[in-house]
């Protein structure tokens, strides 16, 4: 079958890179011009092991655990293999090495160097050294005769030399190249390559072919080339049998030839063209690894198999080894044993599964002895394990999109005699982690990064050490500690440090404390846990610190060290995070299948009255996904973010869900790349991360630097406009949760951003609302209405009118009725102290300003909705005069006296409520004018809400009445009058005559100059109310509370026939004189060149001009109005 190109990915810098395998082939050793090597479990490997060797890396090879390169130090180092601790120089030169390859039994290592000489160096004792000279140019490669009686040579000279090596002659020099004066001006680098095994052939590539000469003799045998070849070949390799050749070109071209029959099997094109410079055979298996000139690693796969048998290596190595660092591969219970089973075991029943072509009596050979069922598991794992990854990660998409016959997914099912599991594969544990933290086995690596600072710890020859780095500054001085106690985990606060480490045979597993803040000179304390208890995970909150351990408990600290609470965690913890009074954790709630995490997290609040707000609740990730960072926002609201890139944020709004506001993997340029969270922050949204190019994690050095990224809600159709605006409302609802829950809790924050918030979500919602209403989605327009405020479904119901859509008005006006109903049923109940809370969450401007007339003001203002705080703060010295007849006289002794502070009158006159303004066609409302008398003033005062509550009851019995500025009426100006509020010239006579000599405050004007009347008659309903008191008590006696009482019979009253409530009405009106009159006359002098005023500030409302400040003049229509389409 035709090898299985697998797509490249992200390896090093752009520039030179080389490839190797390990001796077992389980590895892929890559070097680059960044000066590291890297280790890659395979091509899907997100977290390779680095090695830094020097500035750049030329060459790199691998035998014996030794990792050989030839470095931009001129020297040819040693490092340990996989561990990638240094073990010496081997050699050195004037200038950098090309090239360094290893002898067949890993004995020796030969270098060729710029310098003009070649070296071939005893790996065991380095004093043992060859120097062949003869090149008159750098030379660009050489090979190792299998046998180790040659070693060839091609340089920039020209020439291809083959040298004796014992005595260190030139045996033979052909000139084939083309010369040039460096490494970096040559055409190819001439990788030539002697055949395995027998050493029959050494193979050279010469422009468009390979040359291949014969041992001794140095005769050309014959060259291999082929149609397809246009460029210059740079790179051979050999199969480990010696059967197959690969060479690849300058234009990433890789071609396959077998070798007997010359013809070639393979044809492979690089995607993007770049020059093929490193090639290496897999030492079992028909898989190349392969790299480019551009950093780029590549692989492929089945080459040159027919039956398409893949490498059984990488399948069991991707079970054994893929979650090794990331996940607990040390569990002790019985689920850890089979998932953690023998690899050998593995890989020869694994082979056989694959390779279909191998026979029964194989299938039975593969142990020898009935197997158990954790081996059947194991086997099964393995299978199961690479469907999994090809699904979830890319592995082997293309040979699904082909549907080639050799396909995992189309293999059949091996039968056999033994019982067989088919079911469902646990998946590893996840091991715990630190957020913001890089992974252990790195010499150089972030300890923690948040949004106080960032903890570096440094393991290498030179230094075992602790940096800690402030962001600000002015918290504390940057700190270098020594690491003696092998520290493996650290936490940042403003408070303190937090350091732990894992038990030894010797000591116990400690937790170290530096309090920098204390005020006291004992500036650090230590823990030791108890013996074998090992801690996992610690965080910082306000004033204490947590250990989560092996032990499977949690342990609360002071920060100062006093021990604490001790609580059971219900599974092996996984990550846990603190800030302020908040805990969480996230732990394993049992074990997940098919490559899924099974995990809970509980959240705890630890002021002073201890709460759990999450009890356990399984942790959504997305499908075959792990936890990689845990943490809260700068506003205090958990969040957290899972492998895949998704972040998800606790909604406190709905329930405590978590919802998902961002994919980092939809900013990510390449496959390969990640972003590494570091801080989140609500207002403004932002999410803090760093970009990784290629990898999961930032190196230390050089500094990486922080990326914004926004948040996005996974919304459908966010390309359309309805769609955008949707997720902008939703997404404004919930990063403003915070705001409530820190009033909650009695934290301060700015009210101004409540309010900013609020107006901003009105804004949406009023644009969707027109959107819905130009697409006639009218029962869409009074749903978004329901999430309005009382003040924005007014203003709805203006627009609805000025649209001519009478229907939609009429609901939205029913909708108006509906609201205020709630608010003043949900009011009277309220209590003082949960006024002053809503109060604190940004309903007043200073609790000074409010401490004396809060008592009370509690009901009245309580029913005021948000949208209204500008209003309410702007006047507050109106609301501390006037006194509601209706409550006191029916629950003096229950409720506090209640203020009725719409019902002022200005000393600049009263405003005609009858007139159409002749600008917007709209009637004109003045908060100053004394409003007409309907069922929600007197439950408590005459309410802004009310508008539309006193359209619905009134408009029948009021008279119409000619404009008194004289303008013929157009269609939209009669619809928008037809739903406006109307008050009779007899009911506002009877109240002026009724009201002033009642009032007080009219006859001492320095205690409220502007209040000239702030009482009322008794309306119809009032009446009506006292009379049928005793039968609404009677058929409810469970009615204890003044508002049951008012709202059922607002509810009867409203049934009553029109003629009915007109004779209570009319009942009411019955004892007041016409003394009115001359008051009315005295006012109406005034009255137009007031309305003018007004109209005139409307107008410049609605044609968004700036805001002018006139005290108790605007209507709340008209402040809303300016407050939902003022864009500033």
């Known amino acids: 079958m035709p090898a299985t190109k697998k797509p490249m990915r992200y390896g090093h810098t752009e520039g030179h890179t080389d490839v190797c395998f390990d001796d077992s082939g389980s590895c892929i050793v890559t070097c680059g011009s960044d000066g590291d090597v890297r280790i890659w479990e395979d091509l899907d490997d997100d977290d390779p092991k680095s090695i830094n060797v020097g500035e750049k890396a030329y060459s790199c090879a691998l035998k014996n655990g030794k990792l050989v390169t030839a470095a931009s130090n001129n020297t040819v180092q040693v490092h340990t293999f996989p561990e990638g601790v240094p073990d010496g120089i081997l050699t050195r030169f004037t200038t950098n090495a090309n090239h360094v390859i290893f002898n067949g039994d890993g004995a020796k290592i030969a270098a060729g160097s710029s310098d003009f000489l070649v070296k071939v160096v005893d790996v065991a004792d380095c004093s043992q050294q060859k120097t062949f000279r003869g090149h008159d140019a750098p030379v660009l490669s050489l090979s190792f005769d299998p046998k180790d009686i040659f070693l060839a040579s091609a340089s920039c000279d020209g020439s291809v030399k083959v040298w004796q090596i014992s005595d260190q002659t030139c045996a033979i020099s052909w000139p084939l190249l083309q010369k040039c004066n460096d490494v970096i001006n040559a055409k190819s680098i001439c990788r030539l390559a002697w055949q395995p095994k027998s050493g029959k052939l050494l193979a050279v590539p010469v422009e468009k072919s390979v040359k291949l000469y014969r041992r001794e003799t140095w005769s050309n045998q014959f060259d291999l080339s082929d149609n397809f070849i246009s460029q210059t070949l740079n790179i051979v390799t050999w199969s480990p049998c010696g059967q197959y050749l690969a060479a690849g070109s300058i234009n990433g071209l890789i071609i396959v030839w077998n070798v007997e029959t010359k013809d070639c099997m393979e044809r492979v094109k690089h995607e993007k063209g770049y020059a093929i410079c490193g090639l290496s055979w897999h030492p079992t298996c028909g898989q190349i690894a392969y790299t480019d000139a ?658 619905a009851t009134n408009y029948e019995k009021s008279p119409v009445i000619k404009p008194l500025v004289p303008r013929p009426k157009s269609k939209q100006a009669s619809a928008a009058s037809f739903f406006r509020k109307r008050t009779s010239q007899a009911d506002r006579t009877e109240e002026v005559k009724e009201e002033n000599p009642k009032n007080p405050s009219s006859e001492t004007p320095a205690m409220c100059p502007q209040n000239t009347e702030n009482q009322r008659p008794k309306t119809g309903f009032q009446m009506w109310l006292e009379e049928n008191r005793c039968n609404i008590l009677s058929d409810n006696p469970d009615f204890s509370d003044e508002a049951d009482i008012i709202k059922e019979g607002m509810v009867r009253f409203r049934v009553l026939s029109t003629e009915e409530r007109k004779a209570w009405a009319a009942k009411a009106k019955g004892g007041t004189a016409s003394d009115g009159a001359e008051e009315k006359k005295r006012k109406r002098v005034v009255d137009d060149s007031h309305e003018t005023e007004n109209q005139k500030e409307k107008t410049k409302e609605n044609l968004n001009l700036p805001k002018k400040q006139k005290p108790l003049d605007l209507s709340t229509n008209q402040k809303l109005s300016a407050f939902a389409f003022n864009q500033e």
Request: overall charge negative; glycine content about 6%; proline content about 5%.
């Open 294 to 951: 551009e950093g780029n690693l590549g692989v492929l796969e089945n080459v040159c198999d027919p039956s398409g048998k893949m490498s059984s290596s990488k399948v069991s190595s991707r079970v054994e080894k893929d979650y090794n660092d990331l996940f607990d591969g040390e569990d002790t219970s019985s689920a850890g044993d089979f998932l953690n089973d023998n690899a050998v075991e593995t890989r020869s029943f694994s082979k056989r599964i694959i390779n279909d072509e191998e026979d029964d009596d194989d299938l039975m050979l593969a142990s020898g002895r009935p197997r158990q069922r954790s081996h059947i598991l194991e086997d099964d794992e393995n299978s199961v394990d690479v469907t999994m990854i090809k699904t979830g990660s890319g592995f082997l998409k293309e040979e699904e999109e082909d549907d080639q016959a050799g396909s995992i997914h189309n293999l059949p099912v091996v039968t056999s005699q033994r019982p067989f599991y088919d079911g469902p594969m646990p998946t590893p544990r996840q091991k715990p982690f630190q957020s913001g933290s890089t992974p252990l086995h790195l010499t150089h690596r972030f300890m923690v990064w948040n949004s106080i600072g960032i903890i570096r710890c440094y393991n290498d020859e030179q230094d075992n050490a602790i940096d800690v780095e402030f962001h600000d500054t002015s918290i504390h001085h940057a700190t270098h500690l020594a690491n003696t106690l092998n520290y493996t985990v650290a936490d940042l606060s403003h408070e303190a440090v937090l350091l732990a480490c894992e038990s030894t045979d010797e000591l116990a597993s400690k937790l170290h404390c530096l309090h920098f803040s204390s005020w006291d000179s004992s500036k650090e304390w230590i823990v030791d846990m108890p013996q074998n208890e090992n801690i996992e995970a610690i965080c910082l909150g306000q004033g204490w610190a947590a250990a989560a351990t092996s032990a499977l408990l949690l342990r609360l600290f002071t920060i100062g060290g006093v021990q604490k609470e001790v609580f059971s965690l219900p599974g092996p913890v996984v990550s846990v995070a603190g800030y302020g009074e908040q805990l969480v954790i996230v732990y394993h709630r049992g074990t997940g299948f098919d490559g899924d995490q099974c995990l809970g997290v509980q959240l705890l609040e630890l002021g002073k009255k201890k709460k759990q707000i999450l009890h356990g609740d399984p942790l959504p990730l997305t499908r075959k996904s792990y936890l990689v960072w845990l943490g809260f926002s700068a506003e205090g609201t958990p969040f957290y973010v899972d492998s895949e890139g998704i972040v998800r944020m606790l909604n406190r709004g709905l329930g405590h869900t978590w919802t998902p506001i961002c994919n980092t993997r939809e900013h990510c340029k390449g496959k390969s790349d990640h972003y590494w969270v570091v801080g989140i922050h609500e207002n403004p949204q932002q999410l803090r991360c760093i970009p990784c190019k290629g990898s999961r994690f930032p190196p230390t050095l050089p500094r990486p630097a922080v990326a914004v990224l926004p948040f996005k809600l996974p919304y459908c159709q966010t390309a359309t406009e309805k769609g955008q605006m949707e997720e902008q409302y939703w997404r404004s609802v919930m990063f403003h949760n915070h705001l409530d829950y820190l009033a909650k809790n009695g934290y301060e924050y700015e009210a101004s951003t409540k309010t900013q918030a609020i107006k901003e979500q009105q804004e949406l919602l009023m644009k969707m609302l027109a959107l819905s209403c130009k697409l006639e989605r009218e029962f869409r327009c009074v749903e978004l209405a329901d999430l309005m405020t009382q003040n924005a479904v007014n203003l709805a119901i203006k627009y609805a009118s000025r649209s001519r859509r009478l229907i939609l008005a009429q609901r939205l006006s029913e909708l108006a009725v509906e609201k205020a109903a709630e608010s003043a049923a949900t009011q009277a109940e309220e209590e003082e102290e949960d006024f002053k809370k809503k109060l604190n969450a940004g309903y007043s401007n200073t609790p000074t300003e409010w401490s004396q007339p809060r008592l009370r003001n509690q009901a009245e203002e309580d029913s005021e909705d948000t949208g209204e705080a500008d209003d309410i703060e702007e006047k507050p010295e109106i609301h501390k005069h006037g006194e509601n007849p209706f409550f006191k006289s029916v629950n003096s002794s229950d409720m506090p006296a209640i203020k009725s502070g719409a019902v002022t009158s200005s000393n600049q006159g009263r405003i005609n409520p009858f007139k159409v303004s002749g600008n917007s066609k709209e009637p004109s409302i003045s908060v100053n004018s004394v409003r007409s008398t309907n069922i929600l003033d007197n439950m408590n005062k005459s309410s802004k809400k009310s508008t539309a509550l006193n359209r």
